[in-house]
């Protein structure tokens, strides 16, 4: 309904092999990084399973914070691009990471999830290895419980519509020389595409 086939971002979706994944069980969740407490994630993936962006993410202020229609077309046009580079033998393979699956998580296997009849979703995946880390004295909150950070708290103030293009620059990113207009590409020496990879 919000994307007729006919329209825009219909033909950009026509251009990709889509499937929605409902039950996290055998699915290999190393493959696939992300914030696993949010509401809602797209990956664009190779042939090869190489994750070309994340679509998804929030903040503490909404789930759909940084989610709109315009933003989604804007992300299925940069996966297409990186499917072009992907094609041409142009795009860097990352290394796989190790497997990991959701019977693997100790608290998850022993409990009612494991049952068949129970679908496991990413955030009963979050909350089970924050239960595991717990149970062994290693959970961080900030960086295991708490990966919705508000980066407007370090001023970036993006422009949802554009993906990670700077609305306003204020507090320790404008300090840093950031300003409006600005496209975040990189954190570090990690490429990101959208908020969902950033």
Do not use: W
Request: proline share 4%; aromatic share 8%; hydrophobic share 40%.
């Amino acid at each position: 309904m919000l994307s007729p086939v006919d329209s825009p971002r219909g033909r950009l979706l026509s251009q990709y092999v889509r499937a929605r994944i409902v039950d996290m069980t055998g699915i290999d969740i190393g493959l696939y990084d992300q914030d696993r407490h949010t509401s809602i994630y797209f990956f664009a993936v190779s042939p090869d399973e190489d994750i070309y962006l994340r679509y998804g993410g929030r903040d503490a202020s909404a789930a759909d914070a940084y989610l709109n229609l315009e933003s989604f077309e804007r992300a299925l046009e940069l996966g297409l691009e990186q499917h072009a580079l992907y094609r041409a033998g142009r795009l860097k393979a990352r290394e796989r990471p190790k497997p990991q699956f959701a019977r693997e998580i100790a608290s998850l296997a022993a409990g009612e999830m494991s049952s068949r009849r129970h679908c496991v979703e990413c955030h009963h995946i979050g909350d089970y290895l924050a239960t595991d880390l717990e149970a062994a004295g290693k959970l961080d909150r900030p960086r295991d419980m708490y990966r919705s950070p508000d980066v407007r708290t370090l001023g970036l103030h993006f422009d949802v519509a554009r993906g990670l293009v700077l609305e306003s620059a204020t507090g320790a990113a404008a300090a840093a020389g950031l300003r409006a207009g600005d496209r975040v590409t990189a954190l570090e020496e990690t490429p990101v595409l959208t908020f969902g990879d950033f």
